[in-house]
């Protein structure tokens, strides 16, 4: 049944019946979005766990994470040891102005030390401004969700599968 | 008694300014209300703090303080004037609107003839503007104003003579009290296509090519700033007022209602207007700009016959009803 103008009638109609349904606008800066589970927002950086192994940086396709680290040489603890060497970050800053939000570094990193946020305020008038140093990086981990939960008939995450101990990223954080 | 006489053109005068400048902004709110909700937005909501009540006012303060710039090329005074022309015919026009029994500031012989006349001119406002502003694409909008015009004055004028005759007289008191709720019916035709003439006059959505935005910028408007756009904007609403109004008055009884037609004369006739200004803007909401093709076709293929049966209609009722 298609007769000529009723198109017209179709229009007015679905308009009409639109404008006597609630609208679908959010009225962003007094109600906040409702952001899916991992929105990458920010990313935050567990300094506890980096060991400056560079990864992060070597894999990132922008290369807007900036790395500098010293080694320090710790003595030996028993008789016959010998003294060994570990990486003490010195600086580590992530220019938000060149970051596209790709999530490589946070995949690459082996110690889980790059979580995603999805914090996404941090607009500033100077572009400096949005090279997060590490300081700032290290708050942003209290943002950091707990990962949602696995889905109920999904597999076990690999790491049981694997035999090691879950980790709890976030909880870690806070303790 | 005749400075009573000054006093009361006076204030019925004043009445007439202050409809122009409150109505057009009350309908250009419910533009941005409806048109918001219809769309499943909700429109501004800042301005004014509720529901951006004073957004218009906002915007206007805001185009007050704009810089008036006049291309290096353009003809300054007929630029200057364009907005002028295009807006104070409808505030000319509005004089003879009759809003209630005895609340007309004008009330002409001619009345009907005076309102198609004098707003029929606001269009050169346009075409002025197209022209003088040395501008492709005001040249082009000013040149699809004109064509557009064409088309669409001749039905205008045949479906507003259809009531005229029905009533006998060109005075649109006289018409109003010729009223009867039986024109609803026959005089539907003439109705619809008086209304979307004065659409197509008007150059509202759908019937928006002359300033179609995503072809030509804003037609003859795109070298305007400030004030005198807002003019331009001020017209365009106006003229919705306008046609709402002589809609009203010619096809759906003016100030009279279902009961208290003579206390509350005008509020039916507030109450229609505004009824029609919805339907202008739902129409703007649900439909897309027509092609020229379309335009021309729609008005000489549709509304010229039905406007000309309408009045043979028309005529042969007088005829055999006396």
Redesign the interface.
């Known amino acids: 049944m298609n007769i000529y103008g009723s198109g017209f009638f179709t229009g007015l109609a679905t308009t009409m019946r639109t404008m006597t349904r609630r609208s679908v606008t959010r009225q962003y800066p007094e109600v906040k979005p409702d952001l899916p589970p991992r929105s990458r927002g920010v990313i935050g950086l567990l300094e506890e766990n980096c060991t400056a192994c560079m990864l992060c940086a070597r894999e990132c396709p922008d290369w807007c994470i900036y790395i500098d680290s010293h080694k320090e040489t710790l003595p030996a603890t028993t008789e016959q040891g010998r003294a060994r060497t570990r990486n003490v970050l010195d600086r580590f800053a992530i220019d938000f102005s060149l970051c596209m939000y790709c999530g490589i570094c946070i995949e690459v990193c082996p110690f889980d030390a790059l979580w995603w946020s999805p914090e996404f305020e941090y607009a500033h008038y100077d572009i400096n401004d949005l090279t997060h140093e590490r300081d700032v990086l290290r708050e942003w981990m209290w943002t950091v969700p707990a990962p949602p939960a696995h889905d109920a008939r999904a597999e076990p995450p690999k790491e049981l599968l694997a035999g090691r101990p879950a980790t709890h990223p976030g909880g870690d954080a806070e303790q | 008694m005749i400075h009573s006489d000054v006093v009361e053109v006076a204030a019925k005068l004043a009445l007439v300014v202050a409809a122009f400048l409150i109505l057009p902004l009350l309908i250009g709110q419910m533009e941005h209300k409806?048109m918001?909700?219809?769309?499943?937005?909700?429109g501004p909501?800042y301005a004014g703090a509720f529901h951006g009540w004073a957004q218009l006012i906002a915007d206007g303060v805001k185009f007050v303080q704009k810089e008036f710039v006049v291309p290096t090329s353009a003809d300054r005074t007929i630029f200057s004037l364009a907005p002028a022309i295009a807006m104070l015919p409808y505030l000319l026009a509005l004089i003879v609107i009759p809003v209630g029994a005895t609340l007309v500031a004008v009330d002409l012989d001619l009345g009907l003839f005076f309102a198609l006349a004098v707003m029929s001119v606001s269009v050169l406002g346009s075409i002025m503007a197209g022209w003088s502003s040395a501008n492709k694409y005001s040249l082009l909008g000013g040149m699809r104003t004109a064509a557009q015009l064409m088309a669409y004055e001749l039905p205008l004028v045949l479906a507003a003579a259809s009531p005229a005759m029905a009533a006998g007289t060109l005075r649109l008191t006289g018409i109003v009290e010729a009223w009867t709720p039986w024109w609803l019916v026959w005089q539907a035709p003439a109705a619809v296509v008086f209304f979307t003439a004065g659409l197509a006059e008007l150059a509202r959505p759908p019937f928006d090519m002359p300033v179609a935005d995503s072809e030509i910028l804003m037609g003859p408007f795109t070298e305007y700033t400030g004030l005198r756009f807002a003019f331009f904007l001020l017209a365009e609403y106006a003229g919705v007022v306008l046609l709402c109004a002589l809609t009203t008055v010619l096809f759906l009884g003016g100030w009279r209602g279902p009961a208290f037609s003579h206390a509350l004369g005008p509020v039916w006739t507030l109450l229609k207007v505004f009824v029609l200004a919805f339907v202008v803007i739902?129409?703007r909401?649900?439909?897309p700009r027509l092609r020229a093709d379309q335009l021309q076709r729609l008005a000489w293929q549709w509304l010229v016959p039905i406007a000309l049966a309408q009045l043979a209609l028309t005529g042969f009722v007088r005829v055999v009803t006396g």
Request: zero cysteines; charged letters at 5%.
């Open positions: 409806a918001a909700h219809m769309q499943a937005r909700l909501m739902w129409l909401v649900s439909n």
